[in-house]
């Protein structure tokens, strides 16, 4: 697939505001979590995730201070690139930080809305190898699902679009990494392991995947989810036919999170939830962009 040119000379558009305003949400981010990663880097004596930290949240100023299209590449992919980084910082954060887990509360609200404990007791009543194996596929596609749509309106020349669908995936994303540092919660894959569901390639390499890079504490709301459901939205608004795919594997994966013993039910819900209202949020913050380009080039 050929990438389509955006012109050079379109100045300060919906998208290059939209961007703009990701990245102001990153840089807020970033600031607001550069002492806990002083802490951690000093006491750890680990300056690598420091610096990293630091030249992350250089980028994102300039391109929150800098109009025009010469930065116009940093400014578009920046959110995209520093989502997973983001995501591994939340493993020396939330220590770091030191709230308490909350794992109990959670569980009461689960009792409350789920009878018994599906994510321990699922699959062990349901244990099919096929459920099984499709259920930790769509899980797995997690990062497929948020990835290949922008990246697909990018390379398509829809700028605007791709604008759009980083500015709901910035949002939800901040909103799920700020929850874990003021909210930590374990999940029952830390506290008591993952669920006995019948064991298949796919499952042992989610496993595997998880042990690898999963941060603890980022169990409450699901960002898997959550994340998931603002790229179905995304997707069904902007390119229909990926968005239907999108949304199959949505359902999988909300279900599977849950099957595989990897978050509560109501982390799920939350998810789900959370990801609805930061698309709603984002939407709306799309229009009113769009509305003030529309006024500045009428006045103009």
């Known amino acids: 697939m050929s990438v389509v040119p955006f012109p050079a000379d379109a100045v300060d558009v919906p998208a290059d505001r939209a961007m703009r305003l990701s990245s102001a949400v990153l840089a807020v981010y970033l600031a607001a979590t550069t002492w806990p990663m002083i802490v951690y880097a000093g006491g750890a004596s680990a300056l690598g995730p420091l610096t990293v930290h630091m030249a992350a949240l250089a980028a994102a100023v300039v391109v929150v201070s800098t109009r025009g299209p010469a930065l116009r590449p940093l400014r578009d992919w920046l959110p995209l690139f520093l989502g997973p980084y983001l995501y591994v910082e939340l493993r020396w ?112 390499f989610v496993l595997h995947l998880l042990e690898a890079g999963s941060s603890r504490g980022t169990a409450f709301p699901s960002s898997h989810v959550a994340a998931s459901v603002v790229a179905t939205l995304c997707a069904l608004s902007f390119q229909r036919r990926l968005g239907i795919v999108v949304a199959a594997l949505t359902v999988g994966l909300t279900l599977g999170t849950v099957y595989g013993g990897f978050h509560y039910g109501v982390d799920a819900l939350a998810g789900v939830a959370l990801g609805l209202l930061c698309w709603l949020v984002a939407r709306t913050t799309w229009r009113a962009l769009s509305l003030g380009g529309q006024r500045a080039t009428a006045a103009s």
């Open 93 to 204: 954060l939330i220590p770091t930080i030191g709230h308490a887990h909350s794992d109990m509360l959670v569980l009461h609200w689960e009792h409350a809305l789920f009878p018994g404990n599906p994510s321990a007791t699922w699959a062990s009543a349901m244990p099919s190898l096929a459920l099984s194996e499709a259920l930790h596929f769509a899980y797995a596609s997690y990062y497929l699902l948020v990835l290949v749509p922008p990246i697909v309106l990018y390379a398509r020349g829809r700028r605007d679009a791709y604008a759009a669908t980083m500015l709901a995936l910035t949002i939800v994303y901040g909103a799920c990494f700020a929850t874990y540092l003021l909210f930590p919660v374990d999940g029952p894959r830390y506290l008591v392991g993952p669920a006995h569901a019948p064991d298949g390639a796919v499952r042992t």
